[in-house]
């Protein structure tokens, strides 16, 4: 019988940890939170000092009975859940379920899923952090508060199912103030000038315009270009400079959670929810043929980039038996962009450093083995060399105006020996020596207008939260999910824009709530958070300190907002009773009902119609629909009669070379026309 019951939160997570402990160990997992504040009501009592009214979470019962019976049996109780505030407060629930001392030292936390890593934490449990639980209550309760008592009035006003939150609404209020900086955006007119120039041996060199002799310079206008190139009319460029020197790279520090993110939606077109729920299944343990479950990467849920130096050494073994010493430079401290660091985890990294990504890809799914792959890469990269280039720069000189070529040769790789996402290709000058006379081959001048703004990615979104200090590593993905689900965005390609329900909340809320949405003051309770954590603040004055102005603002918002109605007529006649049908709003988007409703219960879906006709058929009108995840794609009125789709929306134009439908295409920069024909590869480029 064992003597020793570990709670954990997952079964993946239990299996792994159990082939460590042996038989004197009972290895259990609550599923996640056991309890929590009820979804019916506030669960806060306001007049008691903000105390949260815990329930047993529906459905627990069978788990936490099970759990109970097992501690009955066991001498010993190990609360192994996460290391962050989410796992302590898991924990701490757990203690107050088994009734356990607070005072006993139960809780046990680990970094990786490892042998070592669990024999050691065994070794030395603590007592549960009570400034870690509070940091995770204060969240909870400013939450509930925020989203309990705006959200009834979002529901009265506006429609029902509609949310605001602490965190959600300042995100979503980032993505708008965007999209209000692309609407007012006036681009300006801009040129550029690149030349082609040969040696007298007939090799060329490209260049580029770069300014007057003194000074780098911008050409604003086509007049500007042609007195550019009137000037150098004789046809004739002379060398003034030639720099040759060796150029170096560093590789990347290894992954934080907001890196990771980013990167993962870059290299793999991962959402952030994708990219979590992939690395949680690496973390937890996968079943490695022949080992059973392993866990493959450390805790995910990190903002530091610091490796341990046990890590550090195994992979320094690592990279000079594989590779060679001259690979190995070591870990490097970073300096982080973030404005306060948590340093209690290390960053993102292979537990088993020779657990090689092709090594155990049989054992992966797809996207675990791309997930991996990229946080081994990175990890491994970081701790290597430098890679080395030799560069060149030539600046030549005509008609009082230069121009500069740069090009560069990999001398030695470095990093680049293992990671394979960095792309590389080399652009090699010739030879040439200061005074030398190249001729002008080709002038070629071009127009541009500058572009405004891109809108966020869930990638540059990340990114903009990081720096902003809104929310921490375990908040971006739900946020951007729970933002996303509500309509308050949508993906174009991959970029996030504001729906028109979005930006009508956000107008509410600016108006109404201006302090909850300010990135600031958002940003201010993250710190005072990190304050409770580190036991300089306590919980219930930081509620007590929020709620006053948020009573305040909710009364004054009762009465000052008038009745919103988002219903539209449109001239769709009902098939039941002739009436005009409204466009109206659901838990799924928009949608067309009858305008006698309830009398006439008919409902349709709301086709938006894009104004061009069927590639196929060309009878029906193209219309914009939604996947059941959400994706929009294009599709033919008439279905099912025509099962014209595309994911990418036609322009209603024909490929001028091969006759096929052209369509726009999103790329993080630009939009741009392509055939729809894949073996064509028609591209237009001045979208």
């Not at 038989?23 to 609550?30: E, G, I, L, P, R």
């Not at 500069?404 to 394979?420: C, I, M, P, R």
């Not at 322009?651 to 729809?676: A, D, N, R």
Request: aromatic share 8%; with cysteine; charged share 35%.
């Amino acid at each position: 019988m064992a003597k020793n019951l570990v709670i954990v939160e997952s079964p993946a997570k239990a299996k792994t940890i159990g082939k460590f402990l042996g038989s004197n160990y009972k290895v259990k997992a609550s599923v996640g939170h056991v309890r929590d504040l009820p979804k019916s009501k506030l669960g806060v009592d306001i007049e008691n000092e903000f105390e949260p009214q815990y329930i047993t979470i529906r459905g627990k019962g069978p788990t936490i009975n099970e759990i109970k019976k097992e501690a009955k049996k066991s001498e010993k109780i190990f609360l192994a859940t996460d290391p962050d505030r989410e796992g302590e407060a898991i924990s701490w629930h757990l203690a107050n379920i088994l009734k356990l001392d607070e005072k006993e030292a139960c809780r046990i936390e680990f970094n990786e899923i490892t042998k070592d890593a669990i024999k050691k934490a065994i070794k030395a449990p603590r007592q549960i952090d009570t400034d870690l639980v509070d940091a995770q209550q204060a969240r909870r309760v400013l939450d509930r508060l925020v989203g309990y008592q705006i959200s009834p009035l979002l529901w009265e006003k506006v429609r029902k199912g509609l949310s605001a939150g602490r965190v959600q609404s300042a995100v979503t209020k980032i993505i708008c103030d965007r999209e209000k900086e692309i609407e007012a955006f006036e681009p300006k007119e801009y040129w550029t000038l690149d030349i082609t120039a040969a040696k007298e041996d007939g090799s060329s060199i490209e260049f580029k315009f770069h300014g007057d002799k003194d000074n780098k310079i911008e050409i604003s206008s086509g007049q500007e270009a042609d007195a550019i190139i009137a000037a150098i009319a004789d046809g004739e460029l002379n060398v003034s400079q030639v720099e040759k020197k060796d150029r170096k790279r560093k590789a990347m520090p290894a992954f934080t959670t907001s890196s990771l993110q980013q990167e993962a939606s870059s290299r793999l077109n991962f959402s952030t929810k994708k990219t979590m729920m992939v690395a949680q299944q690496l973390y937890e343990g996968i079943d490695v043929k022949g080992e059973g479950n392993v866990g493959l990467v450390t805790y995910i849920r990190t903002d530091s980039t610091r490796i341990s130096d046990e890590a550090v050494d195994k992979a320094k073994e690592y990279i000079i038996a594989e590779l060679g010493d001259k690979y190995f430079k070591g870990f490097e401290k970073s300096k982080s962009k973030a404005k306060k660091v948590q340093d209690a985890h290390e960053a993102i990294r292979p537990t088993y450093i020779d657990k090689t990504p092709d090594s155990i890809k049989d054992s992966l799914s797809s996207d675990q083995y791309k997930l991996y792959k990229l946080i081994w890469e990175r990890y491994t990269a970081s701790l290597m060399k430098d890679c080395v280039y030799d560069s060149m720069s030539i600046l030549a000189e005509a008609g009082g105006y230069s121009f500069k070529a740069t090009g560069s040769k990999l001398k030695f790789d470095g990093f680049l020996k293992v990671y394979s996402f960095a792309k590389q290709e080399d652009t090699i000058l010739p030879d040439v020596s200061v005074g030398e006379k190249l001729n002008i081959v080709e002038t070629l001048p071009k127009q541009h207008f500058t572009q405004p703004p891109p809108r966020y990615s869930e990638a540059s979104l990340v990114k903009t939260l990081e720096e902003l200090g809104i929310g921490r590593p375990s908040t971006y993905a739900p946020t951007i999910s729970t933002i996303l689900a509500r309509g308050y965005v949508e993906k174009q390609g991959g970029a996030l824009k504001p729906s028109e329900l979005g930006v009508l909340i956000n107008e509410i809320m600016e108006k109404n709530f201006d302090y909850i949405v300010d990135v600031k003051f958002t940003a201010d309770m993250e710190s005072k958070l990190d304050l409770i954590e580190e036991g300089k603040l306590k919980w219930k004055s930081l509620i007590t300190e929020f709620y006053g102005p948020l009573k305040v603002s909710i009364e004054k918002a009762e009465q000052t907002i008038e009745k919103i109605s988002m219903d539209e007529e449109t001239d769709e006649i009902c098939d039941k009773c002739g009436a005009n049908m409204l466009i109206k709003y659901g838990r799924f988007g928009r949608f067309l009902a009858c305008k006698n409703y309830p009398e006439c219960k008919s409902t349709k879906p709301l086709l938006n119609k894009t104004g061009i006709a069927c590639p196929k058929c060309n009878e029906g009108d193209l219309v914009e629909r939604r996947s059941k995840r959400g994706r929009f794609f294009y599709g033919c009125s008439r279905y099912p009669e025509c099962d014209f789709v595309s994911w990418d929306k036609p322009t209603g134009e024909k490929c001028p070379e091969c006759g096929e439908f052209l369509v726009e295409k999103y790329t993080k920069k630009e939009t741009k026309i392509k055939c729809s024909n894949k073996e064509c590869g028609y591209v237009k480029l001045d979208k």
